[in-house]
Each structure stands twice: as structure tokens, then as C-alpha cells.
């Protein structure tokens, strides 16, 4: 009889012994780790590179213009360093994030051109010079973006503004006879960016973007002399630019509205 008592007992101990092994796995597995959450208010700051295109033309000259062989259009192409700041605010819903983002960059985007022309018996006989210098610009921007854990792809649109400042030489065979300059201090156009993002920690994210700027078409007043005579006369100017930044944010808090 102790016999039979012992041998229940101790099969009665090796199968709950096999039970607690075979719970053993499911106890020990680690929880799943947070996903990261991009909502909030982050302000940074962007370096890179710019370039842009500026097309001018006098279309002012009307006759005279056509009978000098005045060239329809001068075109500039500037580029040159950027660095700037930038603050934005994010909401995550799921995958989804949507927000905004502003930025203001400083560089010297500045380029001149020289034409020579003139009617057909003295084709080089003027020369016109003009300088473009973009000082900075800023753009203001709705964000949608599609969050892969701590990688965020996004894109960008929304309005622009930039100042550019305009210098105009024209000389006839080598002699001045008219210098000018001119300003566009708050020029408004349209951007349209796309970028990508990565949250390096819980507060600081490193980014990579790329955002074209169109300011279309504006006519500008030079205000110049020509032989010791006030003048002023007006070019159109076709402006856009290119920006590639790469900036890094520090995630100050959650949103607060």
C-alpha cells in the first residue's frame, strides 16, 4: 500500500513539474517595446545648399527694345550656402501624422549677368549688366506624413516669402550711362517640399529635405541716373528656388492645444 502512495506521488510531482516547465517560455517573454510618437512641438535648426533661376526681361522697351536687339529674356543662375531655424508642430494618429512648419533661411544667393547687343550695324555696342542677390527666405507649411516607428516620411506645402535686391549697368561702347538698383524685400510665392526623418532619442531627430519655391513673375523699379539725370525704369523678373537642407530638431514638449 505505501508502495502504491509513493509511486502517485511521485508521478503526481513530474507532471506538474513538466507543466511549470512548459510555462516557463510564455513568463519570460519580454513585453513589446513603445512605438514612437511624433506628436508634438520641436524647433531646430538647417543647413545646405541652394540654387535658383531668375529671368528678367524689359518688356518696357516695347519698338526700341526689338530695334536694339535687346535679348527678350537675361536669366540668372545663383547658387551658394544656406543655414536657417525652423519650428513646427506635429499630431500622430496611427500611422498618420499631420502638422505645420516654418523656416526662415539666410545665404547669398547672388549672380550677374552681361549681355551685349545692339541694332545690326553695331551688334556690341551696349552692354547691360544685372545682379540678382536672394538674402533670405521663409515659408510657412501644412506637413502630412507617414510615421514607420521612429522613421518619418513626409511632404510639404504652403506659402513662401523672400527678399531680393537688383542691380542694372548699362553702357554704350564702354562709356556708364545708366546705374540703378532696386529691391523686393517681402516677395510672396508657393513651396513644395517632400523629406524624410529619424528620431535618434525620445527629444532630438535628424532630417533630410528637399523643397522647391516659386515666386512666379513681378515687375521691379530700378532707380538709377543716366548722365546725371534721375531715372526710373522697370524689369520683370521670374524668380525660383531650389533648397536641399539637412537639419537636426529637438522635440521640446507634447502639443499644448
Known sequence: MLKKIFLAGSAIVAISGMAQAADMPLKAA?????????????????VGGAWGTDDLSAPGLGVVGTLLNVPVVQTNNSSGFIGGVEVGSRYQ???????WEGDVTWGQLNNTTTNSFGPFFAPGAFTNSVSTNVNWTG???????????????????????????YTDNLSVAGFPVFSGTGSDSNRVGWTVGTG??????NNWSVKAEYDYI??????VAI??????????????????????????????MPNIW
Open 30 to 46: 519580454a513585453a513589446p517595446v513603445g512605438l514612437y510618437d511624433w506628436s508634438g512641438i520641436y524647433l531646430g535648426g538647417v
Open 93 to 99: 494618429f496611427g500611422k498618420l501624422v499631420v502638422g
Open 139 to 165: 515659408t510657412g507649411a501644412a506637413t502630412v506624413g507617414i510615421a514607420h516607428n521612429n522613421l518619418l516620411l513626409y511632404g510639404k506645402a504652403g506659402a513662401a516669402v523672400e527678399s531680393v535686391k
Open 196 to 201: 524624410i526623418e529619424w528620431a535618434l532619442w
Open 214 to 219: 516659386d515666386f512666379g513673375n513681378r515687375n
Open 223 to 252: 532707380n538709377g541716373s543716366a548722365l546725371g539725370l534721375g531715372i526710373s525704369q522697370g524689369i520683370q523678373d521670374n524668380s525660383h528656388v531650389n533648397q536641399f537642407k539637412a537639419g537636426l530638431n529637438w522635440h521640446i
